[in-house]
């Protein structure tokens, strides 16, 4: 999925709620990171392996997260691609204790607040088919479907129906 520039100037509005702050990613941050990614299925993501993924100084500046007091419960990072000034929003991770409260708006919205300042041209993400909260959250936020496969009008198609019947209580629209 992308987000061309034009759109990224307009993101929609965000509302941390009560009890929870974001804030940029901390060198500290690991052990909550790593945390919250194996609670989400994210598979080998260890303490140094996040220490290590934001050390890199652009997405350390870039990367956020959402705490709870002293608790990670939400993150993403800022990652880029080395042709052009194209963001990349990576590992969108809410702590399944704290869903449903938009967070994952929260912390997507303060890396693509971060890769608009720096001037990104677009902003991509890579998900899975079957994480349709994720991709309604994405299509909400103005990412739009990238048909780069003979397959994926298709799959865009079965994902769009899906979306279709959650929101209708289950009963999928003819189309």
């Known amino acids: ?7 990224l100037l307009r993101l929609p509005g965000m509302r941390v709620p009560e009890g929870y702050l974001l804030r940029r990613c901390r060198a500290s941050d690991s052990v909550g990171i790593a945390c919250v990614l194996g609670a989400c299925g994210f ?9 290590d993924y934001v050390a890199e100084s652009e997405r350390g500046q870039g990367s956020r997260v959402v705490a709870c007091g002293t608790r990670i419960v939400a993150s993403t990072f800022a990652s880029w691609r080395e042709l052009g000034r194209r963001g990349v929003l990576d590992y969108v ?4 204790d704290h869903r449903r409260q938009g967070l ?9 607040a971060f890769f608009a300042r720096r001037g990104y041209e677009s902003v991509t993400l890579l998900t899975d088919d079957v994480r349709l ?5 994405y299509l909400s936020l103005g990412f739009a479907p990238d048909m780069t496969r003979e397959d994926m009008p298709g799959r865009w198609q079965q994902v769009m129906r899906q979306l279709d019947a959650r929101a209708d209580g289950g009963a999928p629209r003819s189309r």
């Open 43 to 51: 598979q080998g993501w260890t303490t140094e392996r996040v220490a």
């Open 93 to 96: 991770a809410c702590h399944p």
């Open 1 to 7: 999925m992308t987000m061309r520039r034009d759109r």
């Open 104 to 112: 994952g708006r929260v912390v997507c919205c303060g890396v693509l």
């Open 133 to 137: 909260a994720a991709i309604a959250l």
